[in-house]
């Protein structure tokens, strides 16, 4: 069923240009185009910065209803859209839908306030569905991020990296490649604040396949030392990118991580630095194992997690397909 999508989010990365398209823009929209939908973009963060938030609010009322759409498919960022905004729309009989990115930290400052002006939003974060109920909202999915099939793959032909980790160097993580490149591992990192930089989406893509060992350092942005207290983790976009393009993933553990992998099968977790050199060396040097494992990983996206299945799954709480 193709459907008629008002896509209300943002183009560019925290809405600079400067830093290339963002995330929501090369997954989101991308997969939604992919599956063949009508895709109509309204770039709330660029026209708030060009109009100021009322007369920006104002033209967003104006852009859906003269589209009329099957459903408005939002990514909020902060408070540039109205809470009555949104609650406008819905009240009008347009269908609105909220993919909440942050429960994991916002729910109580951000999501809990928007949420019950949506005919239905999601979360990634489990432990915030029942706080949900618990307010008496009730229209909230748990879903799960994904791997857009339409902008991942294997691409790479050749290993070419040991080990590699792309995402900004929050908390510990510089310290926890520097104990692996002192533990004597090729460690290769790119992102904003390495000195390598930012990789282009392609080149990205390119990394994880040709990587032996892609790292996904899920909760090293938080200032902690590892045998101080538990990793509590959370489960990252980029383990199903990694996987969805082929490459081999070593992840910190997270909660609800075996709901969607076969741990030690499908990817491999560790849950300190101690852990994780031993891991990484056991891996480098079982080339055929590591190859199997990367090769279910793929299989498991394949198959059950790209962005197609989650918002077919969306698409069908809003009663809009079969």
């Known amino acids: 069923m193709r459907l008629r999508i008002a896509y209300i989010a943002s183009r560019w990365d925290y809405g600079d240009p400067a830093r290339g398209l963002s995330f929501e823009e090369t997954n989101f929209r991308s997969a939604l185009e992919g599956m063949g939908h009508g895709v109509h973009p309204y770039d709330f963060i660029a026209r708030h910065k060009q109009l100021g938030k009322r007369t920006m609010n104002d033209e967003l009322l104006q852009f859906v209803a003269d589209m009329s759409p099957d459903v408005a498919v939002f990514v909020l960022f902060k408070d540039e859209i109205d809470i009555e905004t949104v609650r406008s729309l819905t009240a009008s009989g347009v269908r609105t839908f909220n993919w909440f990115c942050d429960d994991h930290w916002r729910f109580d400052s951000f999501s809990r306030h928007y949420a019950p002006a949506f005919s239905l939003v999601s979360t990634t974060h489990a432990e915030s569905v029942p706080r949900y109920h618990r307010m008496g909202c009730q229209n909230v999915v748990l879903s799960q991020w994904a791997c857009n099939r339409y902008g991942y793959g294997r691409r790479a032909e050749h290993l070419t990296h040991d080990v590699t980790f792309v995402g900004q160097p929050y908390g510990n993580r510089r310290a926890t490649v520097r104990r692996l490149c002192t533990a004597g591992f090729d460690v290769h990192s790119w992102g904003y604040g390495w000195k390598s930089g930012r990789l282009e989406h392609a080149e990205m893509v390119q990394v994880f396949g040709s990587s032996r060992i892609n790292l996904n350092l899920s909760n090293a942005w938080r200032e902690r030392l590892w045998r101080r207290r538990p990793a509590v983790g959370q489960i990252k976009a980029r383990i ?64 059950e997690h790209t962005y197609d299945h989650r918002f077919m799954e969306i698409f069908r709480a809003l009663e809009l397909g079969p």
């Open 240 to 303: 199903f990118e990694i996987a969805g393009s082929g490459g081999f993933v070593l992840t910190e553990r997270a909660p609800h991580l075996a709901d969607y992998f076969e741990l030690e099968h499908e990817l491999s977790t560790f849950s300190d630095e101690d852990e994780l050199v031993e891991k990484v060396a056991y891996w480098l040097a079982n080339e055929e194992e590591r190859r199997s494992v990367a090769d279910a990983g793929y299989r498991r996206v394949m198959s």
